[in-house]
């Protein structure tokens, strides 16, 4: 909220969106715009469709075959619709990263973790790789836990840690968009505060959606809110003006408590 | 149900009631463990006599000779030097025609087949070739290996028909491994950008190589007491000679003249002794049978400590 000093620019437009799964309309004509260097939450009541709007953003749904778009995702610079048959969501997964609900670090060690998305583009300079892993773990908030054990088991570690090497893995390949999945829901709350204090540091560098369950997170550190349901946008704006003068009587609801 | 807890205005005999249903009950508790651990004792006590009597009968014959000689007309002087090189022989081959078939099929299978029918029929034909008698395979072996492709009757054709014969048990634990990796590690990988062929052999391969590598040994060693398929593409009882040297003095210095070679193998050895008139020679089965038998539970003991290892190893 105290990024807002400078006028937001475009980063991405998500316009007219509908989704499906098989026969299911999980996402009703949806549109949203993504401000750059700011954090967007996506907000509301379990089923409203605000992962499945978060996975449509790295094309993750293509990876099952029910799936099927009809609207845009625009990403900018360049106004390439990332939802287009003719883009590899290949491409869209390499230029968008991602953290999950639960942590879901690899069996493997803490350093291979975070190089992996080097690694599948091809990287093979040892010294550029490791400097990248080195600023990704201190920017994840990890490096001064791990710096004497890069090399040792990544599943290990608490759950806290295991999600911050998981935003690690995400920024180690400098995503222009990061998207966080409930990134503390299986976490403690001490896990969830320094996750927090994180993503807060984060969002002045990187752009950000995240789907958070917890109202008191999107308020403590979201830019803009957008509230969803029944697969629809109800309401976007300011965070704050969401949490204090909703225009929407259903988002005024939801945000008091009357439901969900 | 009738009045048990709701009994409320005779106290006493309500609660006597209670406790008389729960002792019923427990008592059919008791008495259906008891059925259990009765069948469970008559199926191992059997298999124990079954392995007390064999381990009796030809421990005196195992000694250093037994292993070092050639079959002979004299029991006493008899071994099974053919019949456990064969063996070895065969299951190289088997386990070189096996595994990368096998891991190829099942890893197809399990990340790339399209879930459909087609697809469906084709792993319930996978789960009944598992169970067709072994003798088919080797009257087809017969047909094509021996006679159409004219390999003869060779290690190679038994190491193939072996491996036809224990791919489908191949195909299934590597399915069943490959599915025991949480969905959410291939979604890590393919979140980071990696193509579908980079999380099989990043991921999937290396995270399920325990347990396929345990499927494999126990394929494995049902495939070592495997009979009936190799008398029909026609092992020989009796071999008193060893399959050519894989390494020969001159360039290349390997070589895969064994492949071709005529061979016997340990079951089949035991066969033809079983069936000889002379009691000596029966003794002779037994103590092969003790060989059969430590084989087995040595590869199941490898196939039981990879994965305990694995298990410590993988976590989610």
Redesign the interface.
């Known amino acids: 909220m105290n990024t807002k000093q400078m006028p937001a620019s475009l980063r991405a437009e998500v316009k007219n969106l509908n989704f499906f799964y098989g026969p299911k309309q999980v996402l009703k004509s949806v549109s949203l715009p993504i401000y750059e260097n700011r954090m967007t939450a996506l907000i509301g009541p379990s089923g409203c469709g605000k992962t499945t709007l978060l996975r449509c953003f790295n094309r993750m749904h293509d990876l099952y075959a029910t799936a099927n778009y009809q609207g845009e995702i625009v990403l900018h610079p360049g106004a390439r619709n990332i939802l287009g048959k003719e883009i590899d969501p290949m491409e869209v997964r390499m230029r968008i990263g991602m953290v999950f609900q639960k942590p879901n670090p690899f069996p493997k060690t803490i350093f291979e973790n975070v190089a992996y998305g080097l690694k599948v583009r091809g990287v093979r300079k040892k010294s550029f790789i490791e400097e990248r892993v080195v600023k990704s773990l201190q920017q994840a908030g990890l490096w001064n836990e791990v710096k004497d054990r890069l090399h040792s088991h990544a599943t290990d570690m608490s759950g806290g840690q295991q999600q911050r090497l998981c935003i690690a893995r995400a920024l180690a390949t400098e995503p222009e968009i990061l998207l966080l999945d409930e990134p503390t829901s299986a976490l403690d709350p001490i896990s969830t505060a320094h996750i927090e204090e994180l993503i807060t540091e984060l969002k002045k560098e990187i752009t950000i959606v995240m789907v958070t369950h917890n109202l008191h997170q999107a308020a403590r550190t979201a830019d803009y809110t957008a509230y969803m349901y029944l697969g629809e946008v109800i309401e976007f704006g300011d965070t704050d003006q969401i949490f204090t003068t909703p225009n929407d009587t259903r988002t005024e609801n939801y945000i008091t408590g009357r439901f969900g | 149900m009738s009045s048990l807890a709701a009994s409320a205005p005779d106290k006493e005999s309500g609660q006597e009631e209670l406790l008389g249903n729960i002792k019923a009950r427990k008592f059919r508790d008791r008495l259906f463990a008891l059925a259990g651990l009765m069948s469970l004792l008559f199926a191992l006590l059997t298999l124990l006599a079954l392995v007390v009597d064999l381990a009796m009968t030809g421990a005196p014959r195992l000694s250093y000779e037994f292993f070092t000689n050639f079959p002979s007309r004299f029991a006493e002087r008899a071994g099974i030097l053919s019949a456990w090189v064969g063996s070895l022989c065969i299951m190289l081959t088997t386990a070189f025609c096996a595994i990368p078939v096998g891991v190829a099929a099942g890893t197809y299978l399990e990340e790339y087949a ?2 459909n029918w087609v697809t469906q029929l084709i792993e319930l034909n996978i789960l009944n070739l598992a169970g067709i008698p072994s003798i088919t395979f080797g009257l087809m072996a017969l047909g094509i290996f021996v006679y159409k492709l004219g390999l003869g009757h060779s290690i190679l054709t038994a190491g193939l028909t072996l491996g036809l014969l224990v791919l489908p048990i191949v195909i299934v634990t590597t399915r069943e491994a490959i599915r025991a990796i ?1 969905n ?12 579908k062929w ?1 999380t099989i052999r ?2 999937i391969l290396p ?1 399920s190589s325990g347990g396929i590598m345990t499927g494999v040994i126990i394929s494995l060693s049902r495939a070592i007491g495997e009979t009936a398929p190799i008398i029909t593409i026609g092992a020989l009882t009796f071999v008193a000679f060893l399959p050519t040297s894989p390494v020969k003095p001159d360039f290349p210095f390997v070589s895969f003249q064994w492949l071709k070679d005529p061979f016997t193998a340990l079951p089949i050895q035991m066969f033809n002794w079983l069936s000889r008139p002379q009691e000596e020679f029966h003794v002779n089965a037994a103590a092969t049978g003790i060989v059969l038998l430590l084989m087995t539970l040595l590869l199941n003991g490898v196939a039981i400590y990879i994965r305990y290892r694995f298990r410590k ?4």
């Not at chain 2, 959410?184 to 393919?190: D, K, Q, T, V, W």
């Not at chain 2, 190893?313 to 989610?316: L, Q, S, T």
């Open positions: 399209p879930k949480p959410s590690i291939r979604e890590a990988s393919y979140a980071v950008g990696a193509s980079q990043h991921h995270y190893k993988m976590k989610w």
